[in-house]
């Protein structure tokens, strides 16, 4: 049974241009969840998909959007990188349900914005 | 003031070792309380999960909650090597439709010695 699946693991931008991360959620799972978690810090909630469409987003600017797929793969856009966009981002899923059971989260994608 | 408050550490101890981790919060709302581990480039992997106020014990880890006190715990007993990581607490407050995010602490590193 394949977990979260996320791409790219890494990848380096420059400041001003544009990344989108993608994440296929464990079999079953139909709700996904964005976390960016800077280092040395505990991962910060960005935005939430069911049903493509975003249910709830966190304190993040607009420079961050989404996408869920009918499949319910999701993606992640930034927009306009800057410095501060280099951190760990880490996809979630699981099923409205058993939410507080706990999310299943991928390995992550390490952005580094040089 | 942040949601959720977590010593960052680092924590050393010996092998065999009882650990205690904690977590205070300001949120009353919240309802359901996690401990995630997280190892190092990683994303983090649910240990256990509680319902309100009390304990519950898997094997040699024990989660305590007292919301009276806004405090949560997670004891762990005769740590081993493998336990060395970091151990994120998490919280959510729940509600219909499980369209609630989770808010992480920073994350408490562990080592333990052999």
């Known amino acids: 049974d394949a977990g979260v699946t996320q791409s790219p693991t890494h990848l380096i931008k420059t400041r001003g241009q544009q990344v989108t991360l993608r994440c296929s959620p464990k079999s079953g799972h139909d709700t996904v969840s964005w976390y960016q978690q800077a280092l040395g810090q505990g991962p910060q909630f960005i935005f939430q998909?069911?049903?493509?469409?975003?249910?709830q987003r966190g304190n993040f600017p607009d420079r961050f959007s989404g996408h869920q797929f009918p499949n319910y793969s999701s993606e992640l856009n930034v927009n306009a990188l800057l410095l501060g966009d280099s951190a760990l981002y880490l996809c979630?899923?699981?099923?409205?349900?058993?939410?507080?059971?706990?999310?299943?989260f991928g390995s992550g994608t390490r952005l580094t914005v040089v | 003031q942040k949601e959720v408050e977590q010593d960052p550490g680092p924590l050393s101890v010996p092998e065999g070792a009882i650990v205690s981790l904690n977590c205070t919060y300001s949120n009353s709302a919240f309802q359901y309380f996690m401990w995630y581990r997280q190892y190092s480039r990683k994303g983090p992997e649910l240990l256990m999960y509680t319902y309100s106020s009390g304990n519950k014990e898997d094997g040699r880890f024990t989660a305590q909650v007292d919301k009276s006190s806004k405090y949560i715990s997670l004891f762990i007993r005769d740590s081993q090597p493998s336990d060395s990581a970091t151990y994120l607490c998490?919280?959510?407050?729940?509600?219909?439709?499980?369209?609630?995010?989770?808010?992480f602490g920073t994350g408490t590193k562990l080592q333990v010695i052999p």
């Open positions: 979630a899923s699981s099923t409205p349900d058993r939410f507080f059971y706990g999310y299943t």
């Open positions: 998909y069911y049903e493509e469409e975003e249910r």
């Open positions: 998490a919280m959510s407050a729940g509600g219909s439709g499980g369209y609630q995010k989770v808010t």
